[in-house]
């Protein structure tokens, strides 16, 4: 039997904490619930689930979809496009059969790499990889969620790429459904003898829409800095915790994006702050992103989502942030230095290290 693999390239970086992470988890459930209702899909179609933020991680190897448990999605630290494609270079090494003079081997492998920000590392020699050795024989379909990705480096990599619009009514689950369509689309098309191009499903307007060829500029294009998003540790539990704000763009509405970003207002507004693992860390860039945001642009305090202290951006001398209940003596769980802690006032604003994003 040849297997038709399919590759989820997940970024799983701070910027998609809490309901992009928490929708696509469900999603890949419904993309597998559908895929085992079509006999085509069923028969040939493999799924692995590769995530990534600082590092890369396979959380599921190809498996047959009958085998297929949905996994839950990590968070880390940043976003390495670069090593997650030598990742899922050498996965594909691993474990695609190729076709030889007395073989058939695997369908040609289909990608899909979801992400939404610019990558945190250099992708040059990765790419220079995919395009010397991979690109002609997967076919890869880069996706950037909310338009927040590099679309010029994604263009460096394959022709498919499109901008998937987060902000669209129920787009998630609209999303869900054209891979899955897609998914069922071509294992159709590799049944009838078609493998070599991706069969994609037909993207609804609103919601998928191709990135303009040659210039690069999508209609969501230059929303980078879309989010500050901050790693706490809870006092009590020492669990680290994410906290995302949006950025808000000021109340002057116009058509010239020029003047927009001169009259834009740099001010942050809590949109969650959810408990996240330990495998945090593993995910992760090593050292902090070396960003900061004044305390003075965020909007909103989180209380601790582990342990639900009042205030969970707490900010200890070492710069590591934590959750505490109140004024007075506190120890910091990432130095373990005992200080005393009193609330900024209005206009003393200070840094807070961000994340990578
Ligand atoms: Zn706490
Ligand atoms: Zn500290």
Redesign the pocket.
């Known amino acids: 039997m040849r297997r038709l693999p399919i590759f989820l390239l997940v970024d799983v970086s701070e910027s998609m904490v809490g309901e992009p992470l928490y929708k696509l988890e469900e999603g890949i459930g419904a993309v597998v619930s559908t895929l085992r209702k079509d006999p085509y899909a069923l028969e040939t179609a493999y799924l692995s689930v590769i995530v990534f933020a600082g590092r890369p991680r396979t959380i599921i190897p190809l498996t047959e979809l009958f085998a297929f448990h949905p996994p839950e999605l990590p968070v880390g630290g940043g976003t390495a496009l670069g090593a997650a494609l030598d990742h899922l270079m050498s996965e594909i090494d691993r474990t695609v059969v190729t076709t030889t003079p007395d073989r058939k081997g695997d369908w040609k492998p289909i990608v899909f790499l979801l992400t939404d920000g610019a990558p945190t590392d250099d992708v040059s020699g990765a790419a220079d990889r995919w395009n010397r050795s991979y690109r002609t024989r997967v076919n890869l379909v880069a996706v950037s969620i909310g338009g927040g990705a590099d679309h010029a480096l994604l263009k460096r990599l394959t022709d498919e790429v499109m901008v998937f619009n987060d902000a669209a009514p129920d787009a998630f689950a609209r999303f869900i459904r054209w891979i899955s369509m897609s998914i069922v689309s071509q294992s159709r098309s590799v049944s009838a003898g078609h493998g070599d191009r991706v069969s994609l499903a037909k993207p609804e307007a609103d919601l998928i829409v191709p990135v303009s060829p040659g210039g690069g500029a999508g209609p969501f294009d230059g929303v980078d800095d879309r989010f500050a998003v901050f790693v706490g540790r809870c006092a009590r539990n020492r669990l680290p915790y994410v906290v995302k704000f949006e950025r808000h763009l000021g109340r002057f509405e116009t058509q010239d994006p020029k003047l927009a970003s001169l009259l834009e207002t740099r001010s942050y507004l809590l949109n969650t702050a959810v408990p996240v693992k330990n495998s945090y860390f593993d995910l992760s860039e090593e050292g902090r992103s070396g960003h900061a945001v004044s305390s003075d642009q965020l909007v909103g305090q989180p209380p601790c989502p582990h342990c639900g202290a009042r205030f969970g951006m707490a900010v200890?001398?070492?710069g590591?942030i934590h959750c505490v209940s109140g004024e007075g003596a506190q120890t910091?769980p990432?130095?373990g230095?005992t200080g005393q802690y009193a609330a900024a006032e209005a206009g003393s604003g200070f840094d807070i290290g961000r994340g990578r994003g």
């Open positions: 200890c001398g070492c590591g910091c990432w130095c230095k």
